[in-house]
């Protein structure tokens, strides 16, 4: 039997403290720990704790919320070795009313509670534990040669990190990873060198198709709403395009000081880029995910994993992402990447203009 909320709870962390409550007292006859909860619900203990915490919480999904009230809807929850979910088509009748009734008290408690608790979205925080593999873009060897000697194999002084692009990006992205995800194996290689044992992993692709091979490849497999194409407007990166077939669908072009894209000697100065930032299940294994960062220019790329790891902006990114696609791990956004003095500015998904393209659009079938 589900134990009913109480009346007396602060507004703060009431949501907090409902499923501490339920986690000592959902089932009468069962003791059940932080570990238990997590693994029925594949979070990391760390991630239940903070939802538990009602001096510091963060508030959960709907989505896992929902999975919340599935497992305290039945004590069949607890019946094998380790307690589970069970499928919703198997629940009964009376099993579904309760799942019903205790998903509605707990959305409500969270939308009292939004106001004051951040929002629960890590999108760099990878529950299950699994690798994570950023596939990084490389430099083609005229740009190499820029570089001088160091870029040379056959020097002593040589420096593997010369050949790839994006640098700025992979610095700032390896950082936040490591300590969103301390328990997992983390790894970052050129595109020339993943492997099939990577392209199951978690996959983070930084770069567009021109220096990033394995991004050209999963476009195709991932059947993106958004590709990109060489255009005779710019010569320094390819732009994006909305639609899958040539000159069907609108361009988003790079935006120059005096619209003057410049050469490839001397360029221009660039005012504002286009990045990508998209999340997908991988191709390669749907049990894992998929993330551009990609930009027309690595202001771009760089612009795209600042969105989600820029203190002074991610949480209300995050908020965005979470409100706009139903929390679900399945978007495509475009964005507008102002560089100022040189320095990329953090876009804020909020800013009306700044976000160019979206998908899915609410109510579409892929949110489901």
């Known amino acids: 039997m589900l134990v009913e909320a109480t009346t007396t709870s602060p507004p703060l962390a009431t949501l907090a403290k409902r499923l501490r409550e339920l986690r000592h007292s959902g089932f009468p006859n069962a003791k059940l720990t932080q570990s238990d909860i997590a693994r029925a619900l594949s979070v990391a203990v760390s991630t239940l704790s903070t939802w538990e915490n009602v001096q510091k919480p963060t508030l959960p999904s709907p989505r896992h919320l929902a999975s919340y009230a599935r497992f305290f809807a039945t004590e069949r929850s607890l019946e094998g070795p380790t307690p589970h979910l069970i499928p919703l088509e198997e629940l009964s009748a009376t099993e579904n009313e309760a799942r019903s009734k205790l998903e509605r008290e707990l959305f409500r408690l969270r939308e009292n509670d939004a106001d004051e608790v951040p929002t629960a979205r890590q999108s760099w925080h990878f529950e299950d534990g699994a690798p994570i593999t950023v596939i990084c873009s490389e430099l083609g060897k005229s740009n190499r040669v820029k570089l001088g000697p160091l870029s040379d194999i056959d020097n002593p002084n040589y420096t593997e990190l ?13 950082g936040y990873l490591h300590s969103s995800n301390p328990d997992s194996l983390i790894k970052f290689l050129p595109a020339s060198k993943a492997t099939s044992d990577e392209l199951v992993n978690h996959i983070v692709l930084l770069g567009g198709i ?24 710019i010569h320094s990166g390819e732009v994006f395009e909305i639609g899958g077939q040539p000159d069907h669908g609108p361009q988003f072009l790079p935006r120059w000081q005096d619209d003057d894209p410049g050469t490839q000697e001397r360029p221009g100065v660039l005012l504002e880029d286009v990045a990508m930032l998209a999340r997908l299940p991988n191709p390669y294994n749907v049990l894992r995910t998929l993330t551009y960062c990609n930009g027309i220019h690595s202001r771009g790329v760089l612009g795209a994993v600042r969105c989600l790891t820029d203190k002074a902006v991610r949480d209300d990114n995050e908020s965005y992402l979470a409100e706009t696609f139903f929390d679900s791990d399945r978007f495509v956004v475009l964005i507008r990447v102002r560089v100022m003095g040189g320095q990329t500015v953090s876009p804020i998904l909020k800013n009306p203009g700044d976000v160019l393209f979206q998908w899915p659009i609410a109510g579409d079938a892929a949110l489901r």
């Open 210 to 233: 021109a220096w990033n091979d394995v991004t050209r490849r999963l476009n195709a497999s991932a059947n993106l709403p958004v590709r990109q194409v060489q255009s005779e407007r």
């Open 162 to 174: 010369y050949s790839y692009g994006d640098l700025d990006a992979l610095v700032e992205l390896l």
